[in-house]
């Protein structure tokens, strides 16, 4: 019983010291909450000391600016003097200004002032009239350039197709052909006719017919280097061009790789064994068991070699 009674009275102890702090800490909430308030009114208080003097250094500025000296002023004051008076006094004299008729008494500053902005302006306005007459004569030269090399492109790439889609069809023939007058905006056109044929348009053609056609325009290109003089490529990429060629298109079209890939080189994809002939090097694709594929990479000419040892 005695441990029981103790342990009420270190319990109500206990109580009143956490009765205690709670009260403590709500004391120091409550000092820290002034405490906090008077720093608020110390910052606001030293801003305001701050306002006053940049508005004293600006005042005496100000009078400076104007000729006059500041200790010269205070020392002329009369002792009865009184600022809420003055400014009474310099109310009163604003009222009698704005009874008056208008008048621009900052007209001749500012005259002086938008005469210089009119100097400065013309002077820009005649730095911009000599940049657009540079700007306009150098477009001139760039577009009279660019006609001068366009007519020369076309005109080269023109006799190229004229002379390779005979080459590649066995006969007939085919041109370049300019949609418009002004080289810088027309638009190019291919007239093509296979032997034997009279087309009045492209999509009349086959499709052996339209891509040994397009094939003609690209390696008149690269047989002349009109354009890869200009930006150079490593490799021209050939895919599924000879999908719709016959057996005779596919000779003259792989005739014509081999003698090209003297200065291009060529990567073509295809399933033609007659277009496979005239590789070097064959990469493709092999599957010896079910669901396992497998790279091969073939030089035609090394295994020409091995097979001619054996």
Known sequence: MLVDKQLV????????QD????RLEQERHRIEQVLNERREEIAETRLREQEHKLRAQALSAAITEAGFELQ???????A??????????LAEIEQKIRRLEPVNLAAIQEFEE??????????QLTDLNTALETLEGAIRKIDKETRQRFKETFDRVNTGIQELFPRLFGGGHAYLELTGDDLLSTGVTIMAR?????????SLLSGGEKALTAVALVFSIFRLFSIFRLNPAPFCLLDEVDAPLDEANIGRFSSLVTEMSEHVQFIFVTHNKG????????????????????????????AAKLAGAA
């Open 114 to 123: 938008q005469s210089q902005r009119k100097t400065y302006l013309d002077a």
């Open 72 to 78: 010269a002023i205070f020392d002329a004051l009369p």
């Open 80 to 89: 009865e003097a009184e600022a809420e008076l003055w400014q009474g006094e």
């Open 19 to 22: 009765a205690e702090l709670r």
């Open 194 to 202: 296979p032997p034997g044929k009279r087309v009045s348009s492209i």
């Open 275 to 302: 277009t496979m002939e005239a590789a070097r090097q064959l990469c493709g694709v092999t599957m010896r068991e079910p669901g396992v594929s497998r790279l091969v990479q073939v030089d035609l000419a090394e």
């Open 9 to 16: 009275e270190a319990r109500q102890a206990l109580q009143e």
